[in-house]
């Protein structure tokens, strides 16, 4: 074990931490619950920990009962792991659900809520315990259906109530046939209840609330008009009539909406009913919206505490375009749409606000979804609707309502249509920008925190690999789907990123399944009259010229004329690419008079390498062309930092007027062009000396100035790179394994001098490990806190907010490939140092 360094990363104190009380567990052999005064005794005295988390609230308004979700595979702990979980926020102990959230019969994870201010951070330790916190009951799901009576034709005679944790609703069942109470399946958070019309009406209803407890367990006991007249603990408050109520799904046939009505059998599952979090499970067999189609349709619906949210998530066992959420369309009441003009990503809504209550009351009804997953929005006789973009037949989306009679709360109730505006606005930025987290895990101390060595580097590198075989990377080929995008696999950047690493990985530490991935992969683009599946070259897509430069690997080795032709075919895009006046290339055809940092990288390490190989005279200075322009315009003289794009028309909403150029200082942005020099040279001719010290110049401009800003406590970057600590801001890992990767290689090729950056290089390597690898029970890992994608235009209008909107993932390919290459290049660096 290390002695802790007050230098080195937050996570050298944690793995301190980690040691110790595992000793204590050792030696002790406790695993019990603490009190405040317990939780307040020194780390040595304390149970075993099983990670410690940071939430930071990237919003300007407080989040309230914010629910977190940790997945056991993230936490470092087996699947289906047992024993009691314990969440500490310093001497307080918080309640913990432990949860099946993919409803498919097995716990997954843990949930929690917090509360988080504006500008604060909570620090959390989560340990086992010998029993969870008990907390209060703010949720519940329940299904209840009549035994002891008889079917009499459509009704059921006779007879009481029993709850039950799956129903297969019998052939016999329909509307009012006094089987099932309230008719289906319910669901309710502390603020507000649903349920369900398990029949051809497929309706979702509203339970307003006027009490925080749990009502549904008492609700339609006597019958079905009980609960539309006003009660204690409230009523029924919405008329569904022929719609689907508020946000059920249905089929839009071109006109209408088709409720969810011809089905062979219906099926519930009660999958949680629990103090913090429920759900059901539906499963629609044989629907038939229209006369020529037929699918299954399974539908899972969760709430958790203090939220009014119905999370639904729904999937199709045939390919459904048409899909839809829809809300009942009152007279009376207005319409509200969210803003549309934003990322695809980012979520906005469609909703209803006025005295739509069958009280008489202001009531508020909303479904909100991904801006790219609601296509269009659109109405019929009886429902105000949103058309849903399926991918990979799976859609995700959320319903609510707000009653202006609910019981008062810290939450509301809601009684005017601004503060109803207000609210969606801020559910759809928590959707949009979850809480910031920092998790650290012992699985992944106890393995990342070892002397860094030349051997470790290379075995981080495999490691990953491995991993990424066993989830997805022989998915990337030609028919497969690609699993972080949730659609089908193309020839596109990130193909040629990821087969590249493992061709590196391969040339250093030779394995079959290596070289066996890489011909897989992207063999299976190349056909043997040399085109390129998923390929189109009119589209000018800079980006899919780097999947060729794996492809020009290929042929150095094999000499294959279908690959030949295959590349030939790339460079002849690169010879017609639209450019602008300077002779940069633009980004895509669809980005007219933009040049992007992501550019630099997609389209020239392939045209220098093509020139290298193919031509007897290589065209040294276009490939330098785009360097030149980049360097002279995208640059900030003050800082020498690098803005993302520029747009030589000035038009774009997200460039200024009289420079062009973007706002921000991406990280990644950066990271995309550091690596584009190193990789440059590696095929520009020694004897073209002039060229070479241009690109070497550049090299060394660049080092000092992400040296720069490179986060002192844990060697890594920020997503907005000069940004550090803002709101909303957070150690981004894509950019970090492409500086350290920049680095690792320009020491190796002797571009920079390894008296000034060995050190840099050291340090933001095991930043990496530390930050972001994430180590699970099964031996796999994962690379956390990746920015997916950020572009400009088509609703991404390049503000600070939009950087900080775009999703964050674990092991997209744009981190695990530089990730790879970085531990190789850092193998290489440190063998030549022992």
Same mark, same amino acid.
């Given at each position: 074990?290390?002695?802790?360094?007050?230098?080195?990363?937050?996570?050298?104190?944690?793995?301190l931490?980690?040691?110790?009380?595992?000793?204590?567990?050792?030696?002790?052999?406790?695993k019990?619950?603490?009190?405040?005064?317990?939780?307040?005794?020194?780390?040595?005295?304390?149970p075993?920990?099983?990670?410690?988390?940071?939430?930071?609230?990237?919003?300007?308004?407080?989040r309230?009962?914010?629910?977190?979700?940790?997945?056991?595979?993230?936490?470092?702990?087996?699947?289906?792991?047992?024993s009691?979980?314990?969440?500490?926020?310093?001497?307080?102990q918080?309640?913990?659900?432990?949860?099946?959230?993919?409803?498919?019969?097995?716990?997954?994870g843990?949930?929690?809520?917090?509360?988080?201010?504006?500008?604060?951070?909570?620090?959390?330790?989560i340990?086992e315990?010998?029993?969870?916190?008990?907390?209060?009951?703010?949720?519940?799901?329940?299904?209840?259906?009549?035994?002891?009576?008889?079917?009499?034709?459509?009704?059921?005679?006779?007879?009481?109530?029993?709850?039950?944790?799956?129903l297969?609703?019998?052939?016999?069942h329909?509307?009012?046939?006094?089987?099932?109470?309230?008719?289906?399946?319910?669901?309710?958070?502390?603020?507000?209840?649903?349920?369900?019309?398990?029949?051809?009406?497929?309706?979702?209803?509203?339970?307003?609330?006027?009490?925080?407890t749990?009502?549904?367990?008492?609700?339609?006991?006597?019958?079905?008009?009980?609960?539309?007249?006003?009660?204690?603990?409230g009523?029924?408050?919405?008329?569904v009539?022929?719609?689907?109520?508020?946000?059920?799904?249905?089929?839009?046939?071109?006109?209408?909406?088709?409720?969810?009505?011809d089905?062979?059998?219906?099926?519930?599952?009660?999958?949680?009913?629990?103090?913090?979090?429920?759900?059901?499970?539906?499963?629609?067999?044989?629907?038939?919206?229209?006369?020529?189609l037929?699918?299954?349709l399974?539908?899972?619906?969760?709430?958790?505490?203090g939220?009014?949210?119905?999370?639904?998530?729904?999937?199709t066992?045939e390919?459904?375009?048409?899909?839809?959420?829809?809300?009942?369309?009152?007279?009376?009441?207005?319409?509200?749409?969210?803003?549309?003009?934003?990322?695809?990503?980012?979520?906005?809504?469609i909703?209803?606000?006025?005295?739509q209550?069958?009280?008489?009351?202001?009531?508020?009804?909303?479904?909100i979804?991904?801006?790219?997953? +609601?296509?269009?929005?659109?109405t !019929? @006789?009886? &429902?105000? *609707? #949103?058309?849903?973009?399926?991918?990979?037949?799976? %859609?995700?989306?959320?319903?609510?309502?707000a009653?202006?009679?609910?019981?008062?709360?810290?939450?509301?109730?809601?009684?005017?249509?601004?503060?109803?505006?207000?609210?969606?606005?801020?559910?759809?930025?928590?959707l949009?920008?979850?809480?910031?987290?920092?998790?650290?895990?012992?699985?992944?101390?106890?393995?990342?925190?070892?002397?860094?060595?030349?051997?470790?580097?290379?075995?981080w590198?495999?490691?990953?690999?491995?991993?990424?075989?066993?989830?997805?990377?022989?998915?990337?080929?030609?028919?497969?789907?690609?699993?972080?995008?949730?659609?089908p696999?193309?020839?596109?950047?990130?193909?040629? +990123?990821?087969?590249?690493?493992? !061709? @590196?990985? &391969?040339? *250093? #530490?030779?394995?079959?399944?290596?070289?066996?991935? %890489?011909?897989?992969?992207?063999?299976?683009?190349?056909?043997?009259?040399?085109?390129i599946?998923g390929?189109?070259?009119?589209?000018?897509?800079?980006?899919?010229?780097?999947?060729?430069?794996?492809?020009?690997r290929?042929?150095?080795?094999?000499?294959?004329?279908?690959?030949?032709?295959?590349?030939?075919?790339?460079?002849?895009?690169?010879e017609?690419?639209?450019?602008?006046?300077?002779?940069?290339?633009?980004?895509?055809?669809?980005?007219?008079?933009?040049?992007?940092?992501?550019?630099?990288?997609?389209?020239?390490?392939?045209?220098?390498?093509?020139?290298?190989?193919?031509?007897?005279?290589?065209?040294?200075?276009?490939?330098?062309?785009?360097?030149?322009?980049v360097?002279?315009?995208?640059?900030?003289?003050?800082?020498?930092l690098?803005?993302?794009?520029?747009?030589e028309?000035?038009?774009?909403?997200?460039?200024?007027?009289?420079?062009?150029?973007?706002?921000?200082?991406?990280?990644?942005?950066?990271?995309?062009?550091?690596?584009?020099?190193?990789d440059?040279?590696?095929?520009?001719?020694?004897e073209?000396?002039?060229?070479r010290?241009?690109?070497?110049?550049?090299?060394?401009?660049?080092?000092?100035?992400?040296?720069?800003?490179?986060?002192?406590?844990?060697?890594?970057?920020?997503?907005?790179?000069d940004?550090?600590?803002e709101?909303?801001?957070?150690?981004?890992?894509?950019?970090?394994?492409?500086?350290?990767?920049f680095?690792?290689?320009?020491?190796?090729?002797?571009?920079?001098?390894?008296?000034?950056?060995?050190?840099?290089?050291?340090?933001?390597?095991?930043?990496?490990?530390?930050?972001?690898?994430?180590?699970?029970?099964?031996?796999?890992?994962?690379?956390?806190?990746?920015c997916?994608?950020?572009?400009?235009?088509?609703?991404?209008?390049g503000?600070?907010?939009?950087?900080?909107?775009e999703?964050?993932?674990?092991?997209?390919?744009?981190?695990?490939?530089?990730?790879?290459?970085?531990?190789?290049?850092?193998?290489?660096l440190?063998?030549?140092?022992?």
């Amino acid at each position: 074990m290390k002695l802790f360094d007050p230098s080195q990363s937050k996570r050298g104190l944690n793995a301190l931490a980690f040691a110790l009380t595992a000793a204590t567990l050792t030696a002790c052999g406790e695993k019990a619950a603490q009190s405040p005064e317990e939780a307040a005794a020194p780390a040595a005295e304390k149970p075993s920990a099983i990670a410690h988390l940071e939430l930071s609230n990237p919003s300007d308004f407080t989040r309230l009962d914010e629910a977190v979700y940790l997945s056991f595979y993230e936490l470092g702990l087996k699947a289906g792991f047992a024993s009691p979980i314990a969440v500490w926020n310093q001497a307080e102990q918080i309640p913990v659900q432990t949860i099946d959230k993919d409803a498919d019969g097995s716990k997954d994870g843990i949930l929690f809520t917090v509360d988080v201010a504006v500008d604060e951070t909570l620090k959390l330790r989560i340990a086992e315990a010998d029993a969870p916190l008990e907390g209060e009951k703010r949720t519940q799901a329940e299904i209840s259906h009549k035994v002891g009576g008889e079917w009499v034709e459509r009704e059921y005679k006779g007879g009481s109530f029993q709850n039950v944790s799956s129903l297969d609703v019998p052939e016999e069942h329909t509307d009012h046939s006094y089987f099932i109470r309230y008719e289906g399946p319910g669901i309710e958070s502390d603020l507000v209840g649903y349920r369900v019309y398990l029949d051809w009406r497929n309706g979702f209803d509203i339970f307003g609330k006027k009490v925080q407890t749990p009502v549904l367990q008492g609700v339609g006991q006597d019958g079905f008009d009980s609960y539309h007249e006003p009660a204690d603990w409230g009523m029924d408050v919405l008329k569904v009539g022929s719609s689907v109520g508020v946000g059920g799904y249905g089929y839009w046939d071109g006109e209408k909406v088709i409720r969810v009505s011809d089905v062979q059998d219906w099926q519930v599952d009660i999958a949680e009913n629990g103090e913090l979090y429920s759900s059901f499970k539906v499963q629609y067999k044989g629907w038939k919206p229209v006369a020529d189609l037929q699918t299954d349709l399974t539908a899972v619906l969760s709430m958790h505490a203090g939220s009014r949210l119905v999370e639904v998530n729904a999937k199709t066992s045939e390919e459904l375009d048409n899909l839809v959420a829809g809300i009942v369309n009152h007279e009376g009441t207005e319409l509200i749409l969210g803003d549309t003009d934003i990322t695809g990503h980012a979520y906005t809504y469609i909703g209803t606000y006025g005295p739509q209550s069958l009280d008489g009351a202001n009531l508020g009804m909303a479904v909100i979804a991904k801006n790219k997953v +609601m296509k269009e929005t659109t109405t !019929d @006789e009886h &429902n105000q *609707v #949103a058309i849903l973009k399926p991918a990979g037949n799976e %859609v995700q989306y959320y319903f609510l309502a707000a009653w202006a009679n609910e019981a008062e709360s810290r939450h509301g109730p809601i009684t005017t249509k601004a503060e109803f505006e207000t609210y969606l606005k801020q559910e759809a930025e928590k959707l949009t920008m979850p809480l910031r987290q920092r998790l650290t895990t012992a699985a992944s101390v106890a393995e990342t925190d070892k002397p860094l060595t030349a051997e470790v580097a290379l075995e981080w590198s495999k490691k990953l690999a491995d991993s990424e075989l066993e989830r997805k990377t022989l998915d990337y080929r030609f028919g497969g789907f690609d699993h972080i995008r949730k659609r089908p696999s193309y020839f596109e950047y990130t193909t040629g +990123m990821v087969m590249q690493a493992y !061709d @590196e990985l &391969n040339a *250093v #530490a030779p394995e079959a399944r290596y070289a066996d991935a %890489v011909e897989t992969v992207m063999g299976s683009f190349v056909n043997e009259d040399g085109s390129i599946n998923g390929y189109v070259q009119e589209k000018y897509n800079i980006d899919s010229v780097r999947a060729g430069t794996m492809l020009l690997r290929m042929y150095e080795r094999n000499q294959d004329p279908a690959f030949k032709k295959a590349v030939d075919t790339l460079f002849e895009q690169l010879e017609h690419h639209p450019r602008t006046s300077a002779g940069a290339f633009w980004h895509k055809k669809i980005y007219p008079h933009q040049v992007w940092l992501d550019g630099v990288y997609m389209g020239i390490p392939f045209l220098a390498h093509y020139e290298q190989l193919m031509h007897e005279e290589p065209n040294v200075e276009e490939v330098l062309a785009e360097f030149k322009l980049v360097n002279e315009i995208l640059k900030d003289p003050e800082t020498g930092l690098f803005y993302h794009a520029w747009d030589e028309k000035r038009e774009q909403v997200w460039a200024d007027k009289e420079s062009g150029l973007s706002g921000y200082h991406w990280a990644r942005g950066m990271g995309w062009l550091a690596m584009a020099l190193v990789d440059v040279l590696d095929f520009i001719p020694e004897e073209n000396t002039e060229e070479r010290q241009y690109l070497l110049n550049m090299i060394a401009e660049i080092a000092p100035v992400i040296e720069k800003y490179q986060d002192a406590e844990t060697g890594t970057w920020w997503q907005i790179i000069d940004k550090p600590g803002e709101r909303g801001n957070y150690l981004e890992s894509t950019a970090s394994t492409m500086f350290t990767y920049f680095y690792a290689k320009a020491l190796n090729q002797g571009y920079l001098p390894k008296d000034k950056y060995l050190a840099t290089a050291k340090k933001a390597y095991q930043g990496l490990l530390d930050e972001f690898v994430q180590v699970h029970a099964d031996g796999t890992i994962s690379i956390t806190d990746m920015c997916q994608v950020a572009g400009l235009g088509f609703g991404r209008d390049g503000s600070y907010e939009y950087y900080m909107s775009e999703p964050i993932y674990d092991d997209d390919p744009k981190g695990t490939a530089p990730f790879i290459t970085s531990g190789v290049e850092m193998y290489k660096l440190l063998k030549s140092e022992s």
